[in-house]
C-alpha cells in the first residue's frame, strides 16, 4: 500500500466533467431494428431533455417513474396482456450538463407494438389531464419509505450516498433528509405537463 497507492498524488487537483457533445434529439425519433433469429420484440420509450427543475423535482421524478411502471403494467400487462413485465427508469444527470432520463422498457409479441405503445402513451395523458390513481401514489410513497427503512442499514446505499453529495457539494445531513411529505397528484401532474 505505502509504495503502489501511498506514492500516488492527490492533493491539489480538481477535475471537471468534460462536455463531450453529445445530447439527445430535440425530436421523436422512431427506428425499428432487426436482430437475432427469434421472433420476439423489444420496446424502449425514451423520454430526455434539460432539466430545470430542483432536487425535490428530481426525487419526484424518481418516484413517478415508479407510478408509472405499475399503472403501465396493469394497462399493458393484466388488461391486454401485451407483456410479461414493465420496467420504468428515471434519472437526472448533474454534468456536463443537468439533463432528465425517463425510459420504458418491455417486450412483447410481434405485430402489437404500436397497441402496446399506445397504450402507455394513454396512461401518460391520463396523468396530464389530471387522473391520478391516488391508491397507486400511497402505494409508491409506501414502498419508497419501506425501503429507505432498509437502505440506512446498507453500505451500498451509503456509499452512493456520500458520493453523491460530495459531487453535487451538498450537506451529508441531507441523506437522512429524504421525505415523501411533498408528493402529491398535483406534483405527479407537473411534472409530466413540463
Known amino acids: 500500500i505505502t509504495k503502489y497507492i501511498g506514492?500516488?498524488?492527490g492533493e491539489g487537483e480538481v477535475e471537471s466533467a468534460k462536455d463531450l457533445g453529445i445530447y439527445s434529439p430535440n425530436n421523436v425519433i422512431k427506428e425499428e431494428i432487426s436482430k437475432g433469429l427469434e421472433s420476439k420484440s423489444e420496446v424502449e420509450i425514451i423520454f430526455?431533455?434539460?432539466?430545470?427543475?430542483?432536487?425535490?423535482?428530481?426525487f419526484s421524478l424518481s418516484l413517478?417513474?415508479?407510478?408509472?411502471?405499475?399503472?403501465?403494467?396493469?394497462?399493458?400487462?393484466?388488461?391486454?396482456?401485451?407483456?410479461?413485465?414493465?420496467?420504468?427508469?428515471?434519472?437526472?444527470?448533474?454534468?456536463?450538463?443537468?439533463?432528465?432520463?425517463?425510459?420504458?422498457y418491455f417486450g412483447c409479441e410481434p405485430g402489437r407494438e404500436e397497441e402496446l405503445i399506445n397504450a402507455c402513451f394513454s396512461v401518460i395523458d391520463k396523468v396530464k389531464e389530471g387522473v391520478v390513481?391516488?391508491?397507486?401514489?400511497?402505494?409508491?410513497?409506501?414502498?419508497?419509505?419501506?425501503?429507505?427503512?432498509?437502505?440506512?442499514?446498507?453500505?451500498?446505499?451509503?456509499?452512493?450516498?456520500?458520493?453523491?453529495?460530495?459531487?453535487r457539494g451538498k450537506s451529508f445531513e441531507d441523506i437522512l433528509d429524504m421525505n415523501t411529505s411533498f408528493i402529491t397528484k398535483d406534483k405527479f401532474i407537473t411534472i409530466v405537463k413540463n
Open 133 to 167: 390513481n391516488q391508491e397507486g401514489l400511497n402505494a409508491v410513497i409506501n414502498n419508497f419509505n419501506r425501503s429507505m427503512e432498509l437502505n440506512l442499514k446498507n453500505n451500498d446505499f451509503w456509499l452512493n450516498s456520500i458520493k453523491n453529495s460530495v459531487l
Open 48 to 58: 430526455s431533455g434539460e432539466f430545470l427543475g430542483t432536487d425535490d423535482d428530481a
Open 64 to 104: 413517478f417513474s415508479k407510478y408509472l411502471e405499475e399503472e403501465i403494467r396493469i394497462k399493458v400487462r393484466e388488461e391486454l396482456s401485451g407483456t410479461y413485465g414493465v420496467s420504468v427508469f428515471s434519472f437526472v444527470r448533474d454534468y456536463p450538463y443537468k439533463k432528465y432520463i425517463l425510459g420504458i
Open 7 to 9: 506514492s500516488l498524488k
